[in-house]
């Protein structure tokens, strides 16, 4: 479990490449000390108040791809769920403080996390 990592996964370092290359501005893994907690969104725009997770399909149950090991199930289902958890607490943190929130699967592509990146960017800066 030491091995694995919390930033700079491949999927983080692609989507963050074409943010960059299209002008786009932000801060990674900040961690953000609000009232309902204290999220670490993967990329954040701070000005836009718009916050980024890019999960990953094992870790936070992907309905998609998401999978439950078979050896040690007990530990795994409570590890997971507790994932699951931290994730819809950090959403209703941001939420709750103004903040968007975008959850990206790290089996979508890029080009099209980007895009909704965008949209997001682009829907906070319009209102």
Not at 65 to 86: C, F, I, T
Request: aromatic share 8%.
């Amino acid at each position: 479990m030491a091995a694995i990592k919390r930033r700079d996964t491949g999927p983080e370092r692609a989507i963050r490449t074409l943010l960059h290359a299209a002008g786009r501005r932000y801060r990674v893994d900040l961690r953000l000390d609000l009232p309902g907690g204290r999220p670490r969104p993967d990329i954040a725009f701070t000005r836009a108040r718009v916050a980024v997770f890019i999960d990953g399909c094992f870790w936070h149950c992907c309905p998609q791809h998401g999978r439950r090991p078979q050896v040690n199930a007990d530990y795994w289902a409570l590890k997971l769920e507790r994932n699951v958890a931290r994730d819809r607490a950090a959403d209703e943190a941001l939420l709750s403080a103004g903040w968007a929130v975008v959850r990206i699967w790290e089996h979508e592509a890029p080009d099209e996390a980007v895009a909704r990146i965008a949209s997001a960017l682009d829907a906070r800066r319009g209102s």
